[in-house]
């Protein structure tokens, strides 16, 4: 009876890690390029249960009970890359990645919710970790981007986009800018320079960083190419790119979670009234 209060309480504490998770997502439902997070339960490995200290058997041997479930755990999460909507803003410096998709036009704005998503803008940030080597890489499809007085590209908390060589992009601030899709961006009718557009050999191995952005850990991802067309991509100016959550979707899994919350809970209510009688009951002396 008690193995039962232990296999409710771990798929409670497994539902709302679940809910955490599917929460974020909705929170983050109107953030540019955010990619949502999906959670993958299993179950913990089957034990062989054994009965000890049971003098009904020879002293001190243990009993085969046969295998016991512990319960439920979450047992990882995954980022879900499939390219969200683009929403168009004719800002110059909002760029948006379209992979794999017809191209966009100022007539129609695509649903590109069924493309992958493997390719993203390269922005520099100092790291918080005093032995973190000071300026790393981070990778983004959040394309709101803007140009400070000295004509640095930059994100909207200030970090420098990178061209394909890793070095910050300087224009001209007086000058007007023409973004090729191919990322070249044009002044005065000479390229400038190029935007990296990053490309992972597995980028279901990059670490997210904050809510919309990447980092390569130890071992994971490593960059295969830095342009768009070898990412399969093209730069669309004055888009952004919208998040790929489905509200419609997170709100029948966060029922769904809620409903799989309170049926543990309602188990572990019973297997406490069944300990209750069998404590203060069945033992009992009439």
Same mark, same amino acid.
């Given at each position: 009876? %008690?193995?039962?209060?232990?296999?409710?309480?771990?798929?409670?504490?497994?539902?709302?890690?679940?809910?955490?998770?599917?929460?974020?997502?909705?929170?983050? %439902?109107?953030?540019?390029?955010?990619?949502?997070?999906?959670?993958?339960? *299993?179950?913990?490995?089957? @034990?062989?249960?054994?009965?000890?200290? #049971?003098?009904?058997?020879?002293?001190?041997?243990?009993?085969?009970?046969?295998?016991?479930?512990?319960?439920?755990? @979450?047992?990882?999460?995954?980022?879900?890359?499939? +390219?969200?909507?683009?929403? +168009?803003?004719?800002?110059?410096? #909002?760029?948006? @990645?379209?992979?794999?998709?017809?191209?966009?036009?100022? *007539?129609?704005?695509? #649903?590109?919710?069924?493309?992958?998503?493997? /390719? =993203?803008?390269?922005?520099? =940030? /100092?790291?918080?970790?005093?032995?973190?080597?000071?300026?790393?890489?981070?990778?983004?499809?959040?394309?709101? =981007?803007?140009?400070? *007085? #000295?004509?640095?590209? %930059?994100?909207?908390?200030?970090?420098?986009?990178?061209?394909?060589?890793?070095?910050?992009?300087?224009?001209?601030?007086?000058?007007?800018?023409?973004? @090729?899709?191919?990322?070249?961006?044009? *002044?005065?009718?000479?390229?400038?320079?190029?935007?990296?557009?990053?490309? =992972?050999?597995?980028?279901?191995f990059l670490q997210r960083y904050?809510?919309?952005?990447?980092?390569?850990?130890?071992?994971?991802?490593?960059?295969?190419?830095?342009?768009?067309?070898?990412?399969? /991509?093209?730069?669309? +100016?004055?888009?952004?790119?919208?998040?790929?959550?489905?509200?419609?979707?997170?709100?029948?899994?966060?029922?769904?979670?809620?409903?799989?919350?309170?049926?543990?809970?309602?188990?572990?209510?019973?297997?406490?009234?069944?300990?209750?009688?069998?404590?203060?009951?069945?033992?009992?002396?009439?």
């Amino acid at each position: 009876m %008690v193995k039962g209060l232990y296999t409710a309480y771990t798929g409670m504490i497994n539902e709302q890690k679940r809910m955490d998770i599917e929460t974020n997502n909705l929170a983050n %439902v109107n953030s540019t390029g955010f990619k949502e997070e999906r959670s993958v339960s *299993q179950s913990f490995r089957d @034990l062989l249960g054994l009965k000890i200290k #049971d003098y009904s058997d020879a002293p001190w041997t243990a009993r085969r009970l046969g295998l016991i479930n512990p319960g439920v755990k @979450l047992a990882g999460s995954y980022t879900n890359f499939e +390219q969200g909507g683009l929403r +168009q803003t004719g800002q110059t410096y #909002d760029l948006a @990645l379209n992979n794999g998709l017809p191209n966009v036009d100022d *007539q129609s704005v695509n #649903d590109n919710m069924g493309a992958g998503g493997n /390719a =993203f803008f390269a922005t520099s =940030f /100092a790291s918080d970790d005093p032995d973190g080597g000071g300026q790393l890489i981070k990778y983004t499809r959040d394309g709101n =981007f803007t140009l400070t *007085q #000295d004509g640095y590209l %930059v994100t909207s908390e200030g970090n420098n986009v990178l061209d394909i060589n890793n070095n910050p992009i300087q224009l001209d601030p007086n000058s007007d800018s023409t973004i @090729l899709q191919d990322g070249r961006i044009v *002044q005065n009718q000479n390229v400038v320079t190029t935007i990296q557009v990053a490309r =992972f050999d597995s980028p279901q191995f990059l670490q997210r960083y904050q809510d919309n952005a990447f980092i390569i850990g130890d071992g994971g991802a490593q960059v295969i190419s830095t342009t768009a067309a070898e990412a399969n /991509a093209t730069v669309n +100016q004055g888009y952004l790119e919208a998040s790929n959550v489905s509200v419609v979707d997170e709100m029948v899994n966060i029922i769904s979670i809620q409903r799989n919350y309170e049926t543990n809970s309602k188990a572990m209510q019973a297997e406490d009234d069944t300990l209750d009688i069998a404590v203060n009951q069945l033992g009992k002396i009439q």
